[in-house]
């Protein structure tokens, strides 16, 4: 299974600064995702990262308030630009795994906007 | 569009007893996975079990298996002999064959009495 490791762990932002979320993954993956999990709700895809052009996002998300890159097979950065404090959420990403449709998900990072 | 309902957001469970957690969800494909994930406080999302559409066998994991009625577009967990270490938020996915990203459910809260 694939190692994710996710940084910051945490952090706490004022409000209208931008905060860039880390995911490197110890293995060359295609598809690299990013999901919000906001308090106390379920987890929701933003995007999906791809290597060598540009990411795919889902409905209700835009490239200018999130922004993506995935400069290569075993990292991408997701930065969440001038924060609100509806951003406090956790930010996931995940890769996958395997033929069926497996995934598999960093331990987070824990936003908190003030 | 795919959707996916877990009526039941708190579940106790005395240990070494078992409990069953509900799941329904909503597709008109034939190609698609079924997840239950598992998140401690850690905030790692940790993959329980694995459901494929074509497979009629209910899948198995140890203490964890499913009750699959695909007709009925139901995938329940049941946990047997609960430990205190299966106390988390679980949540119920739904994957479309093979596209990696998942629709999740809004969780279930497991608490195991001592």
């Known amino acids: 299974s694939a190692v994710i490791s996710q940084k910051p762990s945490r952090d706490i932002c004022q409000r209208g600064t931008s905060l860039t979320i880390q995911c490197q993954v110890d293995?060359?993956?295609?598809?690299m995702f990013w999901y919000r999990q906001q308090p106390g709700q379920s987890l929701t895809l933003i995007a999906t990262?791809?290597?060598?052009?540009?990411?795919?996002?889902e409905s209700g998300f835009v490239i200018d308030k999130f922004p993506i890159s995935r400069p290569n097979l075993t990292f991408s950065t997701l930065t969440v630009s001038n924060m609100s404090p509806e951003d406090s959420s956790i930010y996931l990403c995940?890769?996958?795994?395997?033929?069926?449709?497996?995934?598999?998900f960093g331990q987070g990072t824990r936003l908190t906007v003030v | 569009a795919q959707t996916v309902t877990q009526s039941q957001p708190e579940m106790s469970v005395q240990e070494a007893e078992t409990v069953t957690l509900s799941c329904t969800y909503d597709?008109?494909?034939?190609?698609?996975?079924l997840f239950w994930y598992k998140q401690p406080p850690s905030r790692q999302m940790i993959l329980v079990i694995r459901?494929?559409?074509?497979?009629?066998q209910n899948a198995t994991e140890n203490r964890f298996s499913v009750n699959f009625q695909k007709a009925a577009k139901s995938f329940s967990l049941k946990i047997s002999d609960s430990q205190l270490g299966d106390a988390a938020m679980y949540f119920c996915?739904?994957?479309?064959?093979?596209?990696?990203?998942?629709?999740f459910g809004t969780g279930t809260r497991l608490k195991v009495l001592a």
């Open positions: 995940s890769v996958p795994q395997g033929l069926n449709t497996e995934a598999f």
């Open positions: 293995s060359q993956v295609t598809m």
């Open positions: 990262a791809n290597q060598g052009s540009e990411a795919t996002y």
């Open positions: 597709t008109s494909e034939s190609d698609y996975y």
């Open positions: 459901q494929e559409a074509y497979k009629q």
């Open positions: 996915a739904y994957g479309l064959g093979g596209t990696y990203k998942y629709i």
